[in-house]
Structure formats: C-alpha cells, structure tokens
C-alpha cells in the first residue's frame, strides 16, 4: 500500500471508532507520548520496534487531522527549519549546531 492511502485508510479508523470526533490533541499528546516510552523500551532491548514506530505515527496523524493539517505540510515545515542547519553528531550521539559550544 502506497503512504497516502495507508494515511487516508488511518483516519477512516479513527474516525470510525471516534477518535477523531471525541479526542483531543491534547490526549492525543499524552498517547504519543505513551508510544514513544514503547518505542524507546523496544529500541533499548534492542528488539523490532517496527509496530512501535507505526503506532507513533498513528497518533501524529490523528492530531494532524485534528489540527486541519497534513503530514506533508508539517514534514515541509520541519525539513525548511532545519534543512539550513549546520553541525555534527560527536562521539557521544549528540547533535552540536554551528555556533554551539561542546559540553565538556
């Protein structure tokens, strides 16, 4: 399945099971929030989070389409912030912009 439909296909469920209708983002906030301590249980053992990080995305397309936005238009919006952006990760995975001093 192609990435549009699968989107299009999610916000049908969640409009079916009213979601949409009878959350909020705000909830839908504190439900990302869940996924993602999944995410990072399942990324520290080391396991397939491949279900995790589709349940994450679930859920920011849940709040886009509460928002009235598309996950195309807020993709473009964080690639155009930091598409510009000058840096390195250094040897401790941590990313150090331009203009930043190292922590010691």
């Given at each position: 399945?192609?990435?549009?439909?699968?989107?299009?296909?999610?916000?049908?469920?969640?409009?079916?099971?009213?979601?949409?209708?009878?959350?909020?983002?705000e909830?839908?906030?504190?439900?990302?929030?869940?996924?993602?301590?999944?995410?990072?249980?399942?990324?520290?053992?080391?396991?397939?989070?491949?279900?995790?990080?589709?349940?994450c995305?679930?859920?920011?397309?849940?709040?886009?389409?509460?928002k009235g936005?598309?996950?195309?238009?807020?993709?473009?919006?964080?690639?155009?912030?930091?598409?510009?952006?000058?840096?390195?990760?250094?040897e401790?995975?941590?990313?150090i912009?331009?203009g930043?001093?190292?922590?010691?």
């Open positions: 399945m192609q990435l549009n439909e699968l989107i299009e296909k999610t916000i049908q469920w969640a409009k079916d099971r009213k979601i949409i209708q009878n959350s909020t983002p909830i839908q906030g504190l439900k990302l929030m869940s996924e993602m301590g999944e995410l990072a249980d399942n990324l520290a053992k080391k396991r397939n989070c491949r279900d995790d990080i589709g349940d995305m679930v859920v920011l397309i849940n709040i886009a389409e509460m936005y598309t996950l195309e238009e807020c993709l473009t919006v964080a690639y155009n912030d930091i598409k510009d952006r000058k840096g390195y990760v250094n401790n995975g941590l990313f912009k331009n930043d001093v190292e922590p010691i």
